[in-house]
Structures are given as C-alpha cells and as structure tokens.
C-alpha cells in the first residue's frame, strides 16, 4: 500500500478481554516497529521485527502482551486481559532498514480504551 | 527513565518568528537524531534528521541543530507559519533502537 496501514482505528473494550491490533506495513519496507503512547507520555517502544531475525521483544511491558509478523509483512499486536493502564494509541511504524538511519514511517495508530 | 527529554510541553509563536524546540538526551552512544511532526489523529511524520558526525542540518525553513558536548539538540522553523502547528518529537537511535521524547506543542499564531 501506499502507507502503513492499522486497525482498527479505534478499539474500546472491558477490562479482562482480549484484543488484537493489525498493521499492514509499506510494501518492501522489512523493519516493523511497534510503539504505544499513553496519554501525556511520548513514544514507548514495544517490539521491533527486522526481516527473518528474532524480534526485539525488549520493550513489551508484560507477558500479556505478544506480536507477530506473517510472512514479514502484515503484524499483529494481542493483548490479553488488558487492563485499564493499557489504554493508550498504539503506533506501528515501517523503514526500508531500520538500523537507525533510516526514517520511520507511521500508521494513524489504533487507539485503545479499556474500560 | 527518559534518555530523550524535550522539557517544554507547548510553545506559541507568532507567524513569521523563529520557533525553537529544544530536546536533550542522555546517552552518549546516540549516532543519529530525528524530528517528527504529529497532527492530531494523524501519525508522525519525518520532518528533518541529523547525523551525530554533523552539528546542523537544513532543510527549506526548517533547521536541526546538534551539539553532542552538551548532549543538546534543536530544532528553529523560520519562519513560522500557522501550518506549522502540531506537536513535534525528537528521537534519537543506536543500532535499530528509536527513543522519542514526549512531544512539544507547537501553535504558530496568525
């Protein structure tokens, strides 16, 4: 596509469900990033797929939360049982190389409420 | 803990003046800092970079400059027009590692 792509765009749900966010990222683009950003925060990294390798899993704040890129393209981000600390936009971002000298680009974002 | 803070929530400017964001970063390892401009319901966009082997930057109105000694980084839009209005971030990276600070306000005033 012609951008990073998410969805949904917006997302409320009860505490304790489960939820999953979608990206689609700029074709060929191979690094995926995925950040949230709580209200009055900025941007807290969460995960970061590069090609084949292993993600960076380093940033995720707890083991509710997990993501997984298909095919090196389209991720997920799920989030189990949330809770109300987990609202917040989540940001997914692509770069052609995505070692730090490249730009990112950014979808809209999906924004969460858990009520 | 914050290794990249930008200290100033909001800004106002008037149309035609220089605005000045400023951000400041802690880790010395840093090789590469960005500016991104965010429009409300929009994502981030890629406004202008710096290289940490270069001091300044420029791009049309927009300037980055970078002083490693004092870990110090700005950027000065000259001049400022209403379009400008939004909330700028300032990243740094090493290796494939991106930290943002947590946005300035930017308005320009017409």
């Known amino acids: 596509g012609a951008g990073v792509s998410q969805s949904p765009s917006n997302k409320v749900t009860e505490k304790g469900k489960d939820v999953e966010l979608r990206c689609d990222p700029i074709?060929?683009?191979?690094?995926l990033y995925w950040y949230r950003q709580s209200l009055g925060q900025g941007l807290e990294f969460l995960i970061y797929?590069?090609?084949?390798?292993?993600?960076?899993k380093s940033g995720l704040p707890s083991d509710r939360f997990s993501a997984e890129r298909t095919g090196g393209s389209v991720s997920t981000l799920t989030i189990q049982r949330t809770q109300q600390e987990d609202s917040a936009v989540y940001l997914c971002?692509?770069?052609?190389?995505?070692?730090?000298?490249?730009?990112?680009?950014f979808g809209e974002g999906s924004r969460l409420t858990v009520l | 803990d914050q290794q990249v803070k930008q200290n100033s929530p909001s800004l106002s400017v008037q149309e035609g003046r220089i605005s000045i964001l400023n951000c400041d970063y802690t880790?010395?390892?840093?090789?590469?800092f960005l500016w991104y401009k965010k429009y409300p319901a929009e994502g981030p966009t890629f406004l202008i970079s710096?290289?940490?082997?270069?001091d300044k930057n420029e791009d049309g109105r927009f300037t980055v400059f970078l002083n490693k000694s004092a870990k110090h980084l700005s950027l000065h839009i000259v001049p400022s027009q209403p379009g400008d209005s939004a909330v700028y971030f300032c990243?740094?990276?090493?290796?494939?590692?991106?930290?943002f600070g947590t946005g300035t306000s930017l308005t320009v005033i017409p």
């Open positions: 880790n010395s390892m840093f090789d590469y």
């Open positions: 797929f590069q090609g084949n390798s292993a993600p960076d």
């Open positions: 990243a740094a990276s090493t290796g494939n590692q991106f930290y």
């Open positions: 074709s060929g683009h191979t690094a």
């Open positions: 710096i290289s940490s082997i270069k």
């Open positions: 971002a692509s770069s052609h190389q995505g070692v730090g000298t490249g730009e990112l680009f």
